[in-house]
């Protein structure tokens, strides 16, 4: 029996998304009998006194790993306290490694010095998302791939439901539901969205295809190239592009607003379709995109970061990929194609296989599928840190001296952001 | 009015929008804007929503054709007296204000302004509500008088047995008092809460608890304001009628009828702007307390002319 330390905040994240994610990871920690958890509380709200207080509780314990589960706050804070308390007996470090990376260079760079001659593993949720850590990474230490975990009693295939949810929104039996759960947000290109789904609209003269919309407004703009937001800035724009439809199309758009998590569930159900044209440089996987798919519901994603993850070899008809490219001034979406995946969805109608469907997201996906993925990544033998690569050095440099780190004087994208994120488009 | 308006909106231009960011020195506005968090984060939308004490040059009143008014009754008395003998020079054409604030504006001045109001229509009351949360931006001037609390939130006890009741209550100081004397309104507070409403258990929420909610659908939030002193367009209205919950801050269910021109502030509320309301006006009592008190530098820290304001409002509202 392993002693593992899951370290995690016990409250619930800001982020919608990742209040789900830590917690379903516990519980696939929780399914290995071969480990006993631990589990220390590590929060914003905590003062420095709470914090030691947690750091003598782990060191007292004497884990065998670390296992740090959430992306915030950053471990820094508290592992600089655990590891030089730890003495000799140096416990393996494990991190969830969440899209927020590249965000926190500084910290990270710091904590590479205090693991040094730690055995270490980087775990990520996607493939993409690995490619773009191992950059970072010296070789041979390699990130290990665990997809964010979905919880089958939350969201799996529930036809019961859906009569429901197509009640509550007022369709009938031939209307064809889109849906878009999560931030509305100029990275996540909601005013792509709605200038696209009105243009097949318009083209398409059909009468029965609806979009929904959950979730709220954000003002993240998209700092890395160089766009700022004060709040309400995004809203404003997006109503301006949903007044400028005509009545008929802005009658076929539905603004929710934001929904617990739970009444996704019945949403899922509802809906013929997911859509989710995200181009956030924190999109390392699209725990939205997980949920739906193990509910049963195909989708419309760009082929961003870890968006990708969302194929499946054996229903290839699933999931409908709109090309992305890194441009000159923003990462660009291929207009055409989103117009023609909502034309093939639409004439194909309502897919008849969404058990299927489910069952497939769900062997990949589920609480069990990632515990034995971890179960694997653990039994592995970890490799010793030894710092991270040049190039993580050449991009921490650039991000400390660079007021627009990845912009060039001329304010187009740079060959720096281009490095990075050319891991998550397909052809770069 | 309404070209100028229409001519904004076409142009969107805001002193908030982060393109303008670096072109305000905010290190400029006066201290006590940073002590009124959380009643006045910026935000946007095209007409220009901003606080006049922020406004440190007269080319910010030229920036714009229009400014939506966010400063409370107080602050802009203050700009009035200080302003109204050389308003043209402010060449700004339009100012927003909202209704209450009507009675302090000169006459003569009228044409510059018009009114703003909150259209929501989806609204719930205190016996409906699945929650209720009860804010208070805890000093004396944001209360009023501690005597009057019971009479003034005697409305809380519509609030249905079985609702959750949670309390939002930052304790703040005085923000324009010149003494900062120790206020005693949180325990006050407290007495005539558990009055109104016995036996309740209360949960008490964190400024980062009450900001991580993001859903406030079947909220109804009780804010304990006395009036619209620090500010009448109140940062925290905003955030949670953006997201649903209803405020009490006298929202209108349907469009008013003289409201000329709107614009949707979150896809569960508008803003609508229409003339000023026929009030009786109070400016000229304003303007003799200032010939009478020469002396007075700041009538934003001037105690007597707080009260004196205040009185006058109630007796003319």
Sequence with gaps: ?428 | MYEILKEQFKSGKSLTQSKYYSTVKRELWPKFFWDLYPLAQEYYHELNPYFLFNLYRPEFFKFTPVITVRDGYVPFANFLLNNFQNFSKLDSNVFLIHPELAPIIPEPLKKHFGAWNIVQKKQLTLQTAKKVIIFGFVCDQYLGEADDFMKCFSALKEIHPDTPVELYLPIRKNVLDLNGKESLAIHHLMDVLKDLLPGRKFKILSTETFFSVSNFKDCYVFDLALDKFYVSDNYLHYYLQSRGATVNNDSHLVAPKDSIFSLDLSIHHELHVGPLPEVKNIFTELLFYKKQNTFVKDFNFDATFQGMLRNLLKKHP
């Design chain 1, 1 to 428: 029996m392993q002693k593992f330390a899951c370290i995690f905040s016990f409250k619930m994240s800001n982020w919608v998304s990742c209040q789900k994610i830590v917690f379903n990871l516990h519980k696939s920690y929780q399914l290995n009998p071969k480990l006993e958890l631990l589990n220390f509380n590590f929060s914003h709200s905590q003062t420095s006194g709470e914090i030691v207080e947690t750091a003598q509780a782990i060191v007292m314990a004497r884990p065998d790993a670390l296992v740090i589960l959430d992306h915030q706050p950053h471990p820094l804070p508290l592992l600089q306290i655990v590891l030089p308390m730890l003495g000799t007996k140096k416990p393996r470090i494990i991190f969830h490694v969440f899209g927020d990376f590249t965000l926190f260079y500084a910290q990270w760079d710091k904590l590479a010095q205090l693991l040094r001659g730690y055995e270490v593993d980087f775990i990520v949720a996607s493939d993409r998302q690995k490619h773009l850590l191992d950059k970072f990474l010296p070789t041979p230490l390699s990130a290990h791939v665990c997809p964010f975990p979905v919880d089958p009693h939350e969201f799996s295939y529930n036809p019961a439901l859906r009569k429901l949810q197509r009640q509550e929104w007022g369709l009938k039996e031939n209307d064809f539901a889109y849906v878009y759960t999560g931030r509305l947000s100029r990275q996540k290109r909601t005013h792509t969205l709605l200038r696209s789904f009105s243009d097949f609209l318009e083209k398409s003269k059909s009468t029965n295809a609806h979009l929904f919309l959950y979730g709220n407004t954000d003002h993240i703009g998209d700092q890395f190239v160089g766009i700022w937001e004060t709040e309400g800035e995004y809203f404003r724009k997006i109503n301006r592009i949903y007044k400028s439809f005509s009545a008929e199309v802005q009658a076929r758009i539905h603004f929710m607003g934001s929904v617990p998590n739970a009444e996704l569930k019945t949403v899922y159900q509802g809906a013929d379709m997911l859509v989710n044209l995200s181009v956030h440089n924190d999109e390392d996987f699209g725990m939205s995109v997980a949920e739906a798919q193990c509910s049963g519901l195909p989708s419309i994603l760009t082929d961003w970061g870890g968006l990708a993850s969302f194929q499946h070899e054996s229903l290839p008809e699933v999931t409908t990929f709109i090309p992305v490219k890194i441009g000159e001034k923003s990462k660009l979406i291929h207009y055409g194609k989103i117009l023609q995946a909502f034309d093939k969805t639409f004439e194909k109608g309502h897919l008849k296989n969404r058990r299927e469907i489910s069952e497939v997201a769900l062997a990949r996906f589920s609480v069990e599928a990632s515990s034995k993925t971890l179960a694997k990544i653990i039994k592995k033998d970890p490799n010793s840190f030894t710092g991270f690569s040049s190039f993580f050095e050449k991009v921490l440099r650039h991000v400390i001296f660079a007021n627009a780190p990845y912009l060039t004087e001329s304010k187009t994208i740079n060959k720096l952001y281009r490095e990075i994120y050319s891991s998550y488009v397909r052809n770069p």
